[in-house]
């Protein structure tokens, strides 16, 4: 009996274990297709989702390009009006040329129409002067047959008796004349002034204060500009003109009222444009460059103006101090040129009086020569001149003009006499100065000098009209902490010794640059 149960025990025991795996074998199998299931509907769902991404990219990529094609056409047709406006322009230009070659056309066949008529009118006045001239012939042949007496035995004999009836009334003519001379000498001295000034027009030339410049394109003003405005910058300091770039189409304005730096900047500017490389480094060698032309350009200003003037034999420097009274004004009149207005007015007066003219007309030409380099050496233009002119073999009475045509020294000679008058003459007719810009032009000189006394300053440029003064400073002399003391003790010196209107900005720049070649 107990082994029954035992055997039982165990039949039951082995019925519940091959039952339990089943159980699990089966558990196992449903979990596992559930999770297939699973699986499966996740992969659809995440494929969907990124066909949906896929078309939103593809509908976002197709407006974009849209868009941009709509903004290349709108360019398109802007740069169509554009070439069409420029293409009007041409063609009205071509029609006024057409019109000026017509009218020149009409002129030439004008003239020579008349050149013909005065060649016509020319022979018939040498024929009337040859038969004029042999009717006196005839006349006078006839004239002494009829009198019994020649030619000359008529004349002789006309001749005492003129001047036996004329002895008498001739010493007394001769003392009226004396006292008549005496009191018309003031007037024939105002004649010969009045009729200098009338045959000599002298050409005032305006002086402006800023230059401008034509760009080929828009885009190059980006260029000059550059990158965080480093060309500008470099351009500026280099030649010490205030460049100003506004919405002035295809423009850019040089500001500075030396007119000689703004030569140098209009030049380099322009060949910066034509080259197409701009850069600091390249600015600078460009600057330098168009300095020295600008140097060449003053010894044939100066050339030309003893050209015009007709004198001759000017020692070399001296033409160069002529060259450089170009860019250089007093009370708005332009030197040189006041300068060949002397010269031309000496000459005729010179003529009047009956001195030597040729010298009269080189020491109206020579006499302003100090203002060339008085704004560095000490003491009047006057006397400078003078210097300059004894220093390069001009004769005394050449330089004893220069110096005294300002009453710096007493006027011994009738040749100093004359330039100073010819001297007051261009500086006194209408128009030829005015007191506004000259005050002007001190006042900025004024500031650079003030801004150039202190220590440590390379170089000081007065902008903006004077509203500005931008200085650089050596960066191995002047530290950066320094730089502030020193804007303000600038700033404090202006305040003093200037009467401004507003305010001055007083701008310190220190900069340190590295240059290195690759060989």
Known sequence: MDSMNIILLLILLLLGCGGGYFLHRYVCTKRLGDARELAGRIVEEARKEAQAQKKEILLQGQNDLFNQKRELESEFKERERELKARDRKLQEQGERLEERLEKTTEKEHELLLTERELTRKERKLEEAQEELAETIREQRQRLEEVSGLTAEEAKARLFQEIESRTRHEAAKMMRLIEAEAKEGADRKAKEIIASAIQ????????????????????????RIIGREGRNIRALEAATGVDLIIDDTPETVILSAYSPLRRQVAKMALERLIQDGRIHPARIEDIVHKCEQELEVQIREVGEQATFDAGVHGIHPELV??????????????????????????????????????????????????????DHEVEGPHALIGADLAKKYNESKEIVHAIAAHHEDQRPETALAVLVQAA?????ARPGARKELLENYVKRLEDLEGIASSFEGVAKAYAIQAGREIRVMVNSDNVGDDETFMLCKGIAGKIEENLTYPGQIKVTVIRERRAVGYAK
């Open 320 to 373: 160069r101090y002529l060259g450089q009274l170009r860019y250089r004004t007093s009370f708005t009149q332009n030197v040189l040129q006041h300068s060949l207005e002397v010269s031309a007015l000496c000459g005729m007066m010179a003529a009047e009086l009956g001195m030597d003219v040729k010298k009269a007309k080189r020491a109206g030409l020579l006499h302003d020569l100090g203002k060339a380099v």
């Open 199 to 222: 045959r000599y027009a002298g050409d005032y030339v305006s002086e402006h204060t800023v230059t401008t410049v034509t760009l080929p394109s828009e885009d190059m003003k980006g």
């Open 423 to 427: 001297d007051s003459l261009s500086g």
